[in-house]
């Protein structure tokens, strides 16, 4: 083996160690998750996810898993993204800060039935604590993927889904890791009439 596909087998090994290594605790918490995203969507309520950078296009997948289907052929799900609109962004980040772009659209989009889903590998950026705050206002139901620590987020959500890491990379594919396995638990949950 040369030394590039060491490195390719190390990384595939890094990021499977991380998934294995999640406690009972958080595969409790992503059963929670989809629980209460399949119990907002039968009583008429959507999924919104937010994010930055990869985050934000993680947002945007997971959306359109439950929007579109990620199994099977079904009824759409509502979901929605924060990061899709670029007039909305940037309109709010020129004319209230970056820091304002989610919590804008959150005041205007997002109501007590919903599940308000904050993407992020450190819980520290203050655009994703302004929007979670912004769905505390809604009285959404509030959750964020993040890292290990769970930054500034951990103790604004009602459930944290914090992946056992503090390598970025590793977070997020974890991340995409448990959106997927929550779509997949969601479809059928919520499909349950």
């Known amino acids: 083996m040369n030394a590039s596909t ?38 008429g309520g959507k999924v919104v996810f937010f994010g930055n950078g990869g985050s934000a296009a993680d947002a945007l997948h997971l959306a359109a898993e439950l929007v579109v289907k990620l199994r099977d052929d079904r009824r759409g799900l509502a ?9 909305v962004l940037t309109a709010a980040g020129n004319d209230y800060g970056f820091e304002q772009i989610f919590a804008r659209q959150i005041e205007s989009l997002v109501s007590a039935q919903d599940v308000l889903v904050a993407l992020s590998t450190s819980g520290e950026s203050a655009n994703m604590v302004r929007g979670i705050e912004a769905g505390r206002g809604r009285r959404a139901f509030l959750v964020a993927l993040t890292g290990e620590s769970g930054g500034a987020l951990a103790s604004k959500v009602d459930l944290l889904l914090n992946v056992p ?12 890791t448990i959106g997927h396995i929550a779509c997949s638990l969601i479809e059928l949950l919520a499909l349950r009439e």
Do not use: G, M, W, Y
Not at 79 to 87: I, Q
Not at 165 to 176: K, M, P
């Open 6 to 43: 060491e490195e390719i087998r190390r990384q595939l090994e890094e990021s499977a160690r991380v998934k294995q290594a999640f406690p009972d605790v958080l595969l409790q918490r992503i059963l929670q998750f989809a629980q209460k995203c399949a119990a907002a969507l039968r009583a």
């Open 79 to 87: 979901a929605l993204a924060l990061t899709t609109n670029p007039s």
């Open 165 to 176: 890491s503090r390598d970025s990379q590793r977070i997020q594919e974890a991340h995409i």
